[in-house]
Structure formats: C-alpha cells, structure tokens
C-alpha cells in the first residue's frame, strides 16, 4: 500500500504544502532534545555483576578487636538477605586497623526471582545504617570526587564540611565521606622559637631529640639464638609516654654548656608548649596545592544527573580567594568521553560529507543524504527513554554506529531519482519512483538490523546490561530515520535540485538575469508538477 501510495503521489510528501515537512521534521527534532534531561547520564551503565564491595570503618583509634566485632555485627546483618551466596572478609586493610572489606557474591540473575543488585545494594544501606559507630562505602570508584584546594588546611576543613552539608541534600546521594572526616589524635609541641634560640636550642635540634623517644628509632638488629633477626627500636616506655605533661619533663642538650663544661640540659616544658590537639592520618596534595576531597556515590538517579547537579552547586558556591574546585571520578571521565564523542561526530560528519560529495559529484545532493542524520537521533533518544536507559558511553558508541546505518536509506533515493533525472524524467516522477522501486530493500535492510539487534538489545545472559544501550539506541535510530527518510529527504532533494539548476543558470547566464529566472520551473526537461518549493 505505502509503494502505490508512493507511486500516485498520495504519501505525505505530497499532503499541502512541502514546507510544512520540513518544519515538522525540524520541530520533531528539536522536541526529541528536550528528552535528554528526562533520559539521564552517566559514564557506564549499571550492570548486575552479581558482585557487591563493601567498606566499612569504625572511629579513629578503635582497636583491631574492636573492628573486628563490628565487622561481626555486619555480617549478621547481611545474612538476612537470601541473595548474598558467600561473604569475604578482611578486617585491617591497608588503609588501617580501623578499616575492613567485605566482598559479597550474589546469586545468580533470575534465580529464584532475585532482586536487582541495585535494589539489593538500597537494602543492605538501609538495614547497615541502624549499626552504631560505622561508616559505610560501597564499590570502588566514586560517582562523584570533588576537592577543595587552598593553602590553609583549617580554612579547607571549613569549607569542605560547608559543601559537604549541600551535597548530602542533592538527591541520589549516597556514602557521602570527606577525607579529613577521620582525624588522630595528636599532641602538637609548639616552639618558643626566641627562648629556645637563647638555650641553645634550634627546631631542628629539638625535633631530632624528641623522635626517638616518642615514636621510637631503629638503631641496630639482634641475631636471636632461634634464628630469626630482630629490629633493636629506641623508645621510650609505654608509660611514660601516655601522659602530655610528662613529655615536658623530657630534657634535651643544648648547644651551651654549663659551669663544669658539660651541655645544658633543658627540660622540653621550658621552651615549649605541649598542645592536644587531632591531625589528619594522610596530608593529601594536587598540584603542590592542600587538598581535602568529598567523595560519594549515585543511588536512585543516574550517575551524571548527579555529577551535574554537583558541578550547578560547586558554580554557585563563592570560595575566598587563592581556593579553587577539582573534580574527579566517573563525573571527570565522563566529561572527557562525551567530549570526544561529540568530537568523533563531528568528524564523522565530515568525512561522510566529503565521500558523498565525491561519489555524487556534487556539493548539494550530501546535504539532502545527510538530513536523515538527526532524524535517526530522534527515534535513539524515544528508545533510551522508553527503556528506562541512560545516555551512556555505550549508547553514544551506538549513536556513532548509527550514522554510517542511516545514510544508507538515504543514498538509494537519491542514486536512484538521479538515476531517473538522467533518464529524461521530471523531478517529481524521478522522486516518486524512487521511493516506489527502493521501499522494499529500504526495509528489508532496516528491519535485518532491527531484528540483529534485538537480542543484544533485550541484553540477557552476563554482561547484556552493558551492551545493551549500545543496541536499543541503533533500532530506534534505524526505526525513525527509516519512516522519516522516506519523507524528508525527497523533500530537501527537490528544493536541492531546484536551486542547483537556478544556481547554475545564474553562473553560465551572468548574475543581472537572476532576477528574471522563472521561478515555476526549473528547466524544461526537469519541471515540477507538483506543489511549488516556498
């Protein structure tokens, strides 16, 4: 039915006026943008990986026992979920004894109607945040990393729990932490640098005294009669290092001497003054610059959505001169990937555009092929909303996968009406019959790389949630552009054609005639019966 309507000039093409189709295309196009903040971002797609990474860390200075019983406390916690296979547990990580992780292997996708492992990871924050003294990170890399650089680490402390307080009311944030949230107690020696360079006594000098004895020195090594090589450590008993004020009995040597010619010991109390105060356990430097960072992941909204929304309030947030922003993580990452998408787009476009301009020999007939374009992005942006799936890298490499597809239905039309024109037909019959002879392979191709795709779309078995924007965004690309090319682009081909032929009357006939060209027709051999282009 569509190739005799086609064929007798009943399809849309021909309904009024061919100005109203490309303001309809136009319009559909710009509608389909107003989709993208409803489709949402992100850098890779959420997969079932049936693999969840727990970190828990209780306070500063908690014994390695301690740990160990809240690490307990977790894991009776998580055997209430009848998805969680097998636990993995390691309490003092690296990072210290206040630290453990938990690796959780879950059953397998659509056994016994399991949950998704987002829902899974929802639940098991929920039931985890009645345990007292805990703090909770999921996974590896952060959704979000922003950090604060600046010269004075208590300004930066200031200004990092400031932001810290606005994130945590973004929504979809989730394990919000910050790196100077854990601080260790310490004990700050505050030199009296006049006196103490009376006595003899330089910072350096002070310093070299008093590391031995409080956090001790390696000065030797002992060959015990077991066998086995020990380290000989310097420092001072348990006992006398547990009380601040009995560091200041300490004594060190000064530089002078006394009456008897031996150096003046000077108690450490007399030229300082011993301050409990809590110190960062790492000093953390970007670009020679203080750092403190804010780190967080996405729950309930997409990834980039988030990252956005932290990026508007980092904007609106004035920091005092000489502090700046960094962000990092996957908001980083992303920014960069979509920036060289775009890019490889572009070039995409262009080098398409050069192969059709050779091929064709033309500099106007590309343009006419190249509408369908974004008309295919209209249908991938409809297709990621419908699935509930996020613009992704994946679906963007669709996207770029999409281009080469979907000029194709567009190159049969157009070789196929030049085909006609250079057999002596008018346009309009030119146009008519291409559309009537190329329907049927412009459909049997669109629809072998519809059904292709479907599998990969539908993205079942282990890793199909990754592939599979990769495929949603090609089938309802091709889906669109296959309708909307066969309407389209005749459309632009006539006007095309019709302005070439006037543009070359006007070059071989002198510019003054151009005012006089009849506008009806085009020539006599090419005329068009049909509704003139406005």
């Given at each position: 039915?569509?190739?005799?309507?086609?064929?007798?000039?009943?399809?849309?093409?021909?309904?009024?006026?061919?100005?109203?189709?490309?303001?309809?295309?136009?319009?559909?196009?710009?509608?389909?943008?107003?989709?993208?903040?409803?489709?949402?971002?992100?850098?890779?797609?959420?997969?079932?990986?049936?693999?969840?990474?727990?970190?828990?860390?209780?306070?500063?200075?908690?014994?390695?026992?301690?740990?160990?019983?809240?690490?307990?406390?977790?894991?009776?916690?998580?055997?209430?979920?009848?998805?969680?296979?097998?636990?993995?547990?390691?309490?003092?990580?690296?990072?210290?004894?206040?630290?453990?992780?938990?690796?959780?292997?879950?059953?397998?996708?659509?056994?016994?109607?399991?949950?998704?492992?987002?829902?899974?990871?929802?639940?098991?924050?929920?039931?985890?945040?009645?345990?007292?003294?805990?703090?909770?990170?999921?996974?590896?890399?952060?959704?979000?990393?922003?950090?604060?650089?600046?010269?004075?680490?208590?300004?930066?402390?200031?200004?990092?729990?400031?932001?810290?307080?606005?994130?945590?009311?973004?929504?979809?944030?989730?394990?919000?932490?910050?790196?100077?949230?854990?601080?260790?107690?310490?004990?700050?020696?505050?030199?009296?640098?006049?006196?103490?360079?009376?006595?003899?006594?330089?910072?350096?000098?002070?310093?070299?005294?008093?590391?031995?004895?409080?956090?001790?020195?390696?000065?030797?090594?002992?060959?015990?009669?077991?066998?086995?090589?020990?380290?000989?450590?310097?420092?001072?008993?348990?006992?006398?290092?547990?009380?601040?004020?009995?560091?200041?009995?300490?004594?060190?040597?000064?530089?002078?001497?006394?009456?008897?010619?031996?150096?003046?010991?000077?108690?450490?109390?007399?030229?300082?003054?011993?301050?409990?105060?809590?110190?960062?356990?790492?000093?953390?430097?970007?670009?020679?610059?203080?750092?403190?960072?804010?780190?967080?992941?996405?729950?309930?909204?997409?990834?980039?959505?988030?990252?956005?929304?932290?990026?508007?309030?980092?904007?609106?947030?004035?920091?005092?001169?000489?502090?700046?922003?960094?962000?990092?993580?996957?908001?980083?990452?992303?920014?960069?990937?979509?920036?060289?998408?775009?890019?490889?787009?572009?070039?995409?476009?262009?080098?398409?555009?050069?192969?059709?301009?050779?091929?064709?020999?033309?500099?106007?007939?590309?343009?006419?092929?190249?509408?369908?374009?974004?008309?295919?992005f209209v249908g991938a942006f409809i297709a990621l909303l419908v699935t509930g799936t996020t613009l992704s890298m994946f679906s963007m490499v669709g996207m770029i996968l999409l281009m080469g597809l979907v000029t194709k239905n567009a190159i049969l039309l157009v070789d196929f009406a030049n085909q006609g024109l250079r057999e002596g037909k008018p346009l309009r019959e030119a146009v008519l019959d291409a559309g009537q002879v190329r329907l049927r392979p412009i459909l049997m191709t669109s629809l072998a790389m519809i059904f292709g795709m479907l599998p990969m779309a539908i993205g079942a078995g282990s890793g199909g949630d990754l592939n599979a924007?990769?495929?949603?965004?090609?089938?309802?690309?091709?889906?669109?552009?296959?309708?909307?090319?066969?309407?389209?682009?005749?459309?632009?081909?006539?006007?095309?054609?019709?302005?070439?032929?006037?543009?070359?009357?006007?070059?071989?006939?002198?510019?003054?005639?151009?005012?006089?060209?009849?506008?009806?027709?085009?020539?006599?051999?090419?005329?068009?019966?049909?509704?003139?282009?406005?």
């Amino acid at each position: 039915m569509l190739a005799w309507a086609l064929r007798d000039g009943r399809t849309f093409l021909f309904l009024g006026n061919r100005g109203i189709v490309l303001w309809g295309a136009a319009g559909v196009f710009a509608g389909s943008l107003l989709l993208l903040p409803m489709i949402g971002t992100e850098f890779i797609p959420k997969t079932d990986e049936s693999f969840i990474s727990l970190r828990i860390n209780v306070p500063v200075g908690s014994s390695l026992e301690y740990t160990d019983a809240k690490t307990r406390q977790v894991e009776q916690a998580l055997r209430e979920f009848p998805e969680i296979a097998a636990v993995d547990t390691q309490v003092g990580t690296y990072e210290g004894k206040n630290y453990a992780r938990l690796n959780l292997r879950l059953t397998d996708p659509g056994v016994s109607a399991r949950r998704s492992q987002q829902e899974i990871e929802g639940a098991i924050r929920e039931r985890l945040a009645s345990i007292a003294a805990i703090d909770l990170q999921m996974g590896f890399q952060d959704s979000v990393f922003v950090s604060i650089l600046g010269p004075d680490p208590l300004r930066l402390k200031e200004l990092s729990d400031e932001l810290m307080a606005k994130m945590a009311e973004i929504p979809g944030i989730a394990d919000l932490v910050s790196s100077e949230a854990d601080a260790n107690p310490t004990v700050a020696v505050r030199i009296k640098r006049e006196l103490a360079s009376d006595l003899g006594l330089t910072t350096e000098r002070i310093g070299r005294a008093l590391r031995p004895l409080v956090a001790g020195d390696e000065v030797s090594h002992w060959l015990a009669p077991d066998g086995q090589d020990y380290d000989v450590i310097v420092q001072l008993p348990q006992s006398a290092r547990e009380v601040v004020d009995d560091l200041g009995d300490l004594y060190l040597t000064s530089t002078r001497l006394d009456a008897d010619g031996l150096p003046l010991l000077v108690p450490l109390r007399q030229v300082a003054e011993l301050e409990q105060t809590m110190g960062p356990l790492q000093i953390k430097r970007l670009n020679l610059q203080r750092r403190v960072s804010l780190q967080a992941r996405a729950q309930g909204r997409a990834s980039g959505d988030v990252g956005s929304d932290v990026q508007k309030l980092m904007a609106d947030t004035k920091l005092p001169p000489g502090y700046r922003f960094d962000i990092g993580g996957q908001q980083e990452m992303m920014t960069q990937t979509f920036s060289a998408v775009a890019a490889a787009m572009g070039l995409a476009v262009i080098f398409i555009y050069f192969i059709l301009a050779s091929q064709f020999a033309s500099f106007l007939q590309p343009v006419a092929i190249m509408a369908s374009l974004p008309l295919s992005f209209v249908g991938a942006f409809i297709a990621l909303l419908v699935t509930g799936t996020t613009l992704s890298m994946f679906s963007m490499v669709g996207m770029i996968l999409l281009m080469g597809l979907v000029t194709k239905n567009a190159i049969l039309l157009v070789d196929f009406a030049n085909q006609g024109l250079r057999e002596g037909k008018p346009l309009r019959e030119a146009v008519l019959d291409a559309g009537q002879v190329r329907l049927r392979p412009i459909l049997m191709t669109s629809l072998a790389m519809i059904f292709g795709m479907l599998p990969m779309a539908i993205g079942a078995g282990s890793g199909g949630d990754l592939n599979a924007p990769m495929a949603r965004a090609v089938i309802g690309g091709v889906i669109t552009s296959t309708l909307l090319t066969l309407v389209v682009v005749p459309v632009i081909y006539t006007y095309l054609h019709v302005f070439g032929l006037r543009a070359k009357r006007w070059f071989d006939a002198g510019a003054p005639s151009v005012g006089s060209a009849p506008v009806g027709s085009a020539s006599a051999e090419h005329s068009w019966s049909g509704p003139q282009p406005e």
